[in-house]
C-alpha cells in the first residue's frame, strides 16, 4: 500500500514525534542492518516476496482486512468482528498487535525485535490505505480498471501511489506539506478503530467512479483524504511506538 513514497512519509511523519526513549531504541535496533532512519525500512515489508519467499508467503495477508460487505447499509458495514474478519488473527489489524508485543519484549533477541519493527511501520501504513480495509470481493479494488493521467490502472493502485504522484513533489517537500495539515485527533492503540475508520473511506459514496477515466475533479476531491490518511498513519505510528518502546532497551 502506498508505494514507496508513502510509506516513507509515514515513516518520516512518525520518525518526528517519537520520544526520547522510543528513538533511543529504535535507534539500536534499526543499527543491526546499518540504518539510521524509519524511512530506510518502511517498504520493507512489500519487498519480501523477492527477499524472503516463506516469509512473504506467511505474511501477505497481514496487510490488509476486508471489513465491507457489499449488502450491508452504509451504517451497518465496517464493524469489526475477529471471528468473521480475522480468522486466526490473519489480518492486518492482528499483525500490528501480535508484531507490537514482539517488538516491546525486551527478552526477545534484537534481530526478532528489528523484524517486528519493520512489520509494525510498515502495517501502521497499511491500515490507514481505505483500500487495504473495505471490499473483498474486488480484492481492495485491485480488479476495478480505471484509467488514469492516460494510462491503465486500477482503483486499488490509484489510492496507493497514482494520486500522491500528481502532486509531483519530492519526499522533503510532501513531508513539509503534510506536517502543516491541520493536527488529527488520534486513536494511538486501536487498530479496530483505524481499520474501520479506513473501511469508511473505502465504502463512501463516489470513492468508487461511476465512470472508469478518472477525472481531474476526483482527484480533487480524493486526495486530500489520502494526505490526512498518511499524516495520520505517520501520528499513530509515532504515538504506538512510543508506548511500545516507553521503557529501557535491552542490555
Known amino acids: 500500500a ?3 513514497q508513502g510509506h516513507g512519509l509515514i515513516a518520516e511523519v512518525a520518525q518526528t514525534r517519537l520520544s526520547p526513549q522510543a528513538q533511543r531504541q529504535v535507534n539500536e535496533l534499526l543499527a543491526l542492518e546499518g540504518h539510521q532512519q524509519l524511512v530506510e525500512i518502511a517498504s520493507w515489508a512489500d ?3 523477492e527477499r524472503d519467499p516463506d516469509l512473504g508467503r506467511r505474511s501477505a495477508s497481514w496487510h490488509y482486512i476486508n471489513l465491507a460487505e457489499p449488502q450491508l447499509p452504509a451504517e451497518h458495514n465496517c464493524r469489526y468482528q475477529p471471528e468473521r474478519h480475522c480468522h486466526q488473527r490473519d489480518c492486518v489489524v492482528a499483525a500490528i498487535e501480535d508484531q507490537g508485543n514482539r517488538l516491546a519484549d525486551t527478552s526477545l533477541p534484537a534481530a526478532q525485535r528489528l523484524q517486528a ?3 509494525v511501520v510498515h502495517f501502521v501504513g497499511d491500515i490507514h490505505q481505505p483500500m487495504h480495509a473495505g471490499y473483498g470481493h474486488d480484492k481492495g479494488g485491485n ?3 480505471v484509467r ?3 494510462r491503465g490502472s486500477n482503483l ?3 489510492w496507493d501511489s497514482g494520486m500522491l504522484s500528481s502532486r509531483h513533489w519530492n519526499n ?6 503534510l506536517l502543516e495539515l491541520p493536527a488529527p485527533s488520534l486513536n494511538p492503540d486501536q487498530p479496530q478503530q483505524w481499520a474501520e ?3 469508511r473511506i473505502a465504502i463512501a459514496e463516489g470513492v468508487y467512479p461511476q465512470r472508469r477515466q478518472i477525472a481531474a475533479a476526483y482527484v480533487q476531491q480524493h486526495l486530500p483524504q489520502i494526505e490526512q490518511q498518511l499524516r495520520l498513519a505517520g501520528e499513530h505510528l509515532g504515538a504506538l511506538l512510543n508506548q511500545l518502546l516507553a521503557g529501557p532497551a535491552s542490555p
Do not use: E, M
Not at 522533503?172 to 506539506?177: F, I, K, R, S
Open 2 to 4: 502506498w508505494g514507496v
Open 47 to 49: 519487498q519480501l516476496r
Open 117 to 119: 519493527l519493520k512489520f
Open 143 to 145: 480488479n476495478l480498471q
Open 148 to 150: 488514469y493521467a492516460g
Open 156 to 158: 486499488h493502485a490509484l
Open 172 to 177: 522533503t517537500d510532501y513531508l513539509q506539506h
Open 197 to 199: 475508520n479506513s473501511c
